[in-house]
């Protein structure tokens, strides 16, 4: 069964950071793209990050260009989202995906595997 578990959110002050991670099972990192979404109340859902398990390219939104870092753990079958410098703005519920395409996740915001959500709340 494939299951992907999101954790690390909570109350940060702006100007702080959170370490997000998604646990994957059921599959192996090393053939998904596996990518962070968020969405906040009354907006959108926003890709934030991908990254490739294959070769390990990496993919940000321009609003957490400098910000995030997005990086895997083969061993481990986790990926990170390291959000550093958050902003009010960055609230919102993250959560993980997977899927075999690149262009799925990144380009049409598709994908077969999803996970719950975690919170993320940023205070000014």
């Known amino acids: 069964e494939v299951q992907l578990q999101a954790s690390g959110g909570g109350l940060v002050q702006a100007g702080g950071s959170l370490r997000l991670s998604c646990a994957v099972s059921?599959?192996?990192?090393?053939?998904?793209?596996i990518g962070w979404f968020r969405q906040a109340p009354g907006k959108e859902r926003e890709a934030v990050s991908c990254i490739s398990g294959s070769d390990g390219s990496t993919y940000y939104a321009d609003s957490v260009k400098g910000r995030f870092t997005i990086s895997g753990d083969h061993a481990k079958n986790t990926v990170y989202l390291q959000m550093n410098s958050l902003k009010p703005e960055d609230t919102a519920v993250y959560y993980c995906v997977a899927d075999i395409l690149l262009f799925r996740v990144w380009k049409r915001h598709e994908y077969d595997y999803w996970g719950q959500g975690t919170q993320v709340t940023v205070s000014s």
């Open positions: 059921g599959f192996t990192f090393d053939d998904y793209v």
